[in-house]
């Protein structure tokens, strides 16, 4: 399985940005997909999960009603539509995932992951 995370960027508090995850190599309809963010000097942590069939989504507190992930699985595809940024959600954003029914929270326990994409948010 590959992933390959885009869409990072600069913008100003308050702004908008949508980051891409496409996946390759697998049945995409079977994974779990989430989002992470590891700020500098910062463990990385959750940010939101979505299972397989959309239906179903996680998120962290500091993004609930400001982050909405979705994917679609005719284009092997996840989303994280980021609106109403804040600086403190400047950090290096991956996605990653596993094949599961669950929803996960624990980083450690994604099998696969793509590169980061930066988002930095200027106040």
């Known amino acids: 399985v590959q992933l390959q995370a885009s869409g990072g960027g600069l913008v100003q508090a308050g702004g908008s940005l949508r980051l891409s995850c496409a996946f390759s190599g697998g049945t995409f309809s079977n994974s779990l997909m989430a989002w992470f963010r590891q700020a500098p000097g910062k463990e990385r942590e959750f940010v939101a999960a979505v299972k397989w069939s959309g239906a179903s989504t996680a998120y962290a507190d500091s993004v609930k009603g400001r982050f909405t992930i979705s994917r679609d699985n005719a284009e092997n595809t996840a989303y994280l539509q980021m609106n109403s940024l804040k600086p403190e959600d400047t950090a290096v954003y991956y996605c990653?995932?596993?094949?599961?029914?669950?929803?996960?929270?624990?980083?450690?326990?994604?099998?696969?992951w793509g590169r980061g994409t930066q988002v930095t948010v200027s106040s």
């Open positions: 990653a995932t596993k094949f599961t029914q669950y929803i996960v929270r624990l980083a450690t326990s994604y099998d696969y």
